[in-house]
């Protein structure tokens, strides 16, 4: 079993920056595909951002809507179990709840919500104008 929780979030001005944390418990994040998604009021989940597990490459991949603006990264420490959403140049349109999902199926590690088995509750981050 793993255990997520994610914290990190709040109010920021729009062209600001905020830092998610995901702090993983139950397996070493290191070994794991972790992942963020987000949700808007009315609209459908949508992956962020993918890490794959260190042993199958540690690959990251990005949502459109986000490259160049987010990363994800994750301590390389087998002690330090906690992945991290950097967001910079944020937007209104980044308004969401953002969840933390995690995978031990390396195969399976992509931006797509239904591959992945366990999820924290989430952290809202919301951008105004």
């Known amino acids: 079993q793993v255990y997520l929780v994610e914290s990190g979030g709040g109010s920021v001005q729009a062209g600001g920056s905020l830092r998610l944390s995901c702090t993983v418990s139950g397996q070493p994040a290191i070994d794991l595909c972790l992942a963020w998604f987000r949700q808007a009021p009315g609209k459908e989940r949508e992956g962020v951002a993918r890490?794959?597990?260190?042993?199958?490459?540690?690959?990251?991949?990005?949502a459109n809507s986000v490259e160049g603006r987010f990363t994800i990264s994750r301590d390389r420490d087998r002690s330090k179990n906690t992945a991290y959403l950097e967001m910079n140049s944020l937007t209104s349109e980044d308004t969401a709840m953002y969840y933390c999902a995690a995978t031990q199926d390396v195969r399976a590690c992509s931006l797509t919500s239904a591959r992945y088995n366990y999820w924290g509750r989430g952290t809202q981050v919301t951008v105004s104008a």
């Open positions: 890490l794959n597990a260190v042993h199958a490459g540690f690959t990251s991949v990005y």
